[in-house]
Structure formats: C-alpha cells, structure tokens
C-alpha cells in the first residue's frame, strides 16, 4: 500500500513511503475510524446519556469541530511527513512558533496507548463471541440467558484476559510485519461486510416491532436531559469515533500524496463513519425496546442486543459468527491507528525496528490493559473519580471502575485537548499560505475551513471541556 514513488512536487517525502493511491488513504482512515466506537461505543453512550438530544449535539460536534479537526491534523501530517512528536517540532519551528509543540505530539502518543488498553479488552470480547456464536448458544436465548452469558464471561478475569492477549498478540504481529497491503484489503472488503450485515439487523429489527420506539429514541431530543457531561460525552464520542486527536490521522497523513484532496478524503470518511454508527443505532435500540433491555444498560449492551437478534433469526449462527468476525477486524484495523504514533516514533527515534517498537509498545499496553480485564472481575468494586450509571436510569449513582476512567479521561479529555491545540496550531500558528497551500488554494472550502478551525472548533471545545468540568 505503501509505494516509493509517490510524487511530491519537490516536497518532503516520508521515511515510510506513501499511500499507492487516494483511495488507499480513504480506506486506511476509514479502517481506522470504524471500530468498536461505531458499533459497541457510540449505541451505549447515547443509551446513557438519553438518546436525541445527544445523538443530535455528537452530529454537530463532528460536522462543525470533527471535520476541520480531521483536515487540520491530515494537513500538519502530510506536511510535515514525520511521526507525530517530529512533524510538530519541526513545523511549530518552521512555522516561527517552538518546537515544545512536539508535546502535543506526545499528548497523543500517550493517549493511543491508553485507549488501545481498554480498546483492546472489548475487541477481546468480541473475538470470545466468534466461537460462542458457532457453538450455538445464542439461538432461542431469551434475553436473561443473553445477559448471564455475558456477565459470566466478563465476571472470569481469566477468559477476559486471555481474550485481551490474543487480541493483542494479533496487533502486534500486524504492527511488526508493517502496515503492508493486508490492511488496505482488509478494510476494502471489511466496510462494505460490515454495512450488509448491519442492513440485515436493521431489516430484522424493523420487524421487531419496535421499531418506532427506538427511532424515536434516538432522533426525538428530549432537552431537559441535556447536561454539559452529556454535550462532554457527545464531543468525546466524536472524536474518538473519528479517530482524531491524538495524532493517528496524522501519522496516517504523513503518507498521502501531495496531489489527494484533504477535504474530499476527510468528507468520505466522516460520512462513512457517520452512516455506520447511526444504523447501529437504528438496529440496536428498537431491540433493547422489543425485549425490555434498558438503553443504559452500559458496555455490555451489544453484547446483549445483538446475540439476542442473531439468536431470533433463521441462520442466525453463521450470521453472527460472520458479525463478530468483521467487528474484530474492525476493532483490529482501529487499533493499527491507535499505535502508528507511538511505533513511528521509536522507529525514527530510537532506532528500533518495526518489530521491536510494536513488541515494546504492545507489550506495555497489554500490561497497562490488565487494569480494563479486572474492573469486570477482581477489581470491580475499586472504583474512583468519574461517575457513572451502574443501573441504567440515567441517573450517575456510583464512582467508575478503572475500565470506566481510562475511557473518560482518554475520550473526554485527551482527545478533545489534543484536538484544541492540533485546530489552535493549524488555524493560528502555520501561516496562511502553508495551510491554503495543502488544502488545495484559498477558495470557498478553505474559508470555511479557516473560520471553523480558528473560531468555531477550538471555542466549541474549550466551553465545553470548563463548562462540563465545573459542573
Ligand atoms: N475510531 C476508532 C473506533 O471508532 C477508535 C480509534 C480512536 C482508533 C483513535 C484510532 C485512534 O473504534
């Protein structure tokens, strides 16, 4: 995927080669943007957080602060063809501001690390399904045989933690070989599987007779449930669903050539990434409503709904054997996005192989993993600083587990912190000929761009992240 001759009209060219085309860009942005945040994140926060009002604040965060943020951290990559932590030292010297912005770089670094500890507990949970469905269990399983299977495989710290290693072995083979054509074909077939799939979920909960409840859930904003936490949580569930602020589109865009329009990729995967989480939640709420689940059910809610649909349907088992198996590669070609900065950077660093950095780096994030594995089990009633809804009456009534902070701290602070100052530094610190230069000339889309990434984006976030911190 990754050929030599890209062409860069004289320009930097990146260490690691670049994108074969403009469409292998698109699908390794989409591979790393369609995940687990789509399918198993996005219908349980809104189902927290009360439905319409928050689905329709997460849609305006990722038109109005999303998209410039996204073209913003394409453009500063591309630019300045380096890992994260490089590309913005190099460019805050270039640009006459300070290499400290390298920081910024750093911030994501760490911030992948952290989410791929978790990430990688659910995508472990995903794969212990695959089996699960083949063996059958699921067909004619009421919806209290759905939830105990659930909570005993997440009450075994051993069958979570193995789940975790394997899925962790897995990215770390994939890492080490480097991100060669395997990706790109993953991910060509992989998104559009996953769309028919969830087109045949949609079509058995259309007939599941709830439908119109679950729409009306998810599209009717009830106003009066709207707190900063929620309008937090949307802005958080935008970033992390589009896979920005931490640098992993950037180091993605350090390999794009010169020629590929920012703004036409940036739109095609945002509407990509919209379409699918949206139909995700169009197949699971009107479920949760047909079978008296509750909307806020929590982490596990996926894991209940949909072996419940699959296990109603005829050719139910290899539909959802097939279904875990694409949400696995899903969550596996997220979380090659999730560690590119950190491999990058001990690669051009510290002269480490491609191999090496992915076992360094894999190995500390399974470590700092086990924490995720245990808030199910051992350690689940260690619970500290956040607050959540443990019984789905959205109201928060107890403290998080270690599971539960590591996902807000991450998503609703790193993030959106790291994407104030990628925005701050493309809109305010690059001048405006280096900016207008990559995004194709100053026309209408530029302006646009300009206005949302200096104003609109970085106060968004900042009102958002005070107001939702001091409440
Ligand atoms: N966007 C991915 C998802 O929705 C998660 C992710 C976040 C991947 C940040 C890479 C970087 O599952």
């Avoid at 990729?265 to 919209?274: E, K, Q």
């Amino acid at each position: 995927m990754l050929s030599k001759q890209g062409s860069d009209g004289g320009k930097r060219t990146s260490l690691h080669g670049h994108w074969s085309s403009r469409m292998a860009f698109i699908l390794a942005v989409t591979g790393s943007a369609v995940g687990l945040g789509n399918i198993w994140k996005f219908p349980y926060i809104a189902g927290q957080n009360g439905g319409g009002a928050f689905v329709l604040v997460y849609l305006l965060c990722v038109v109005l602060i999303g998209m410039p943020v996204m073209m913003s951290e394409i453009l500063i990559g591309r630019r300045g063809r380096r890992n994260p932590i490089a590309t913005m030292e190099l460019l805050g010297k270039e640009e006459g501001s300070s290499g400290n912005w390298k920081w910024v770089g750093g911030i994501g670094v760490v911030a992948g690390i952290f989410i791929l500890s978790y990430y990688s507990v659910v995508a472990g949970w995903v794969l212990a399904y695959v089996p699960k469905s083949m063996s059958g269990v699921f067909a004619g399983a009421t919806s209290e045989q759905v939830s105990a299977i659930f909570e005993n495989f997440t009450g075994s710290w051993w069958q979570v933690g193995l789940a975790h290693t394997v899925f962790m072995g897995l990215t770390i083979f994939v890492v080490a070989r480097g991100v060669e054509r395997g990706l790109e074909q993953a991910v060509r077939f992989m998104v559009p599987a996953l769309l028919f799939l969830m087109l045949v979920l949609l079509g058995y909960s259309i007939n599941s007779g709830s439908f119109g409840e679950g729409v009306e859930f998810l599209f009717t904003p009830k106003w009066e449930d709207l707190t900063w936490g929620s309008v937090l949580a949307a802005l958080g569930q935008a970033f992390f669903t589009l896979s920005i602020g931490m640098g992993a589109v950037m180091a993605y865009g350090a390999y794009l050539p010169e020629e590929t329009s920012i703004t036409g990729a940036s739109g095609a995967v945002v509407i990509a990434d919209t379409i699918i989480a949206i139909l995700a939640g169009l197949v699971i709420f009107p479920l949760v409503f047909a079978n008296g689940l509750s909307p806020g059910e929590g982490a596990g809610l996926v894991f209940e709904t949909l072996p419940l649909a699959f296990g109603g349907m005829a050719g139910g088992v290899v539909f959802s054997s097939v279904f875990f198996v694409l949400l696995a590669f899903a969550a596996w070609t997220s979380a090659l996005g999730l560690v590119e900065p950190a491999v990058a950077w001990l690669v051009e660093h510290h002269n480490r192989t491609r191999a090496q950095a992915a076992v360094m780096i894999g190995g500390l994030i399974w470590f700092v993993g086990l924490g995720s594995v245990l808030s199910f089990n051992v350690l689940s009633e260690l619970r500290f600083l956040v607050r959540v809804d443990t019984d789905g009456d959205g109201v928060k009534d107890a403290y998080g587990t270690i599971f539960n902070n590591v996902d807000f701290l991450t998503s609703n602070i790193m993030l959106p912190l790291g994407g104030l100052l990628i925005t701050v530094f493309a809109g305010w610190v690059m001048c405006r000929n280096s900016t207008a230069d990559e995004l194709g000339g100053a026309g209408t889309t530029y302006r646009i761009w300009r206005v949302l990434a200096r104003f609109l984006a970085p106060l968004g976030i900042l009102i958002v992240l005070i107001n939702a911190v001091m409440s």
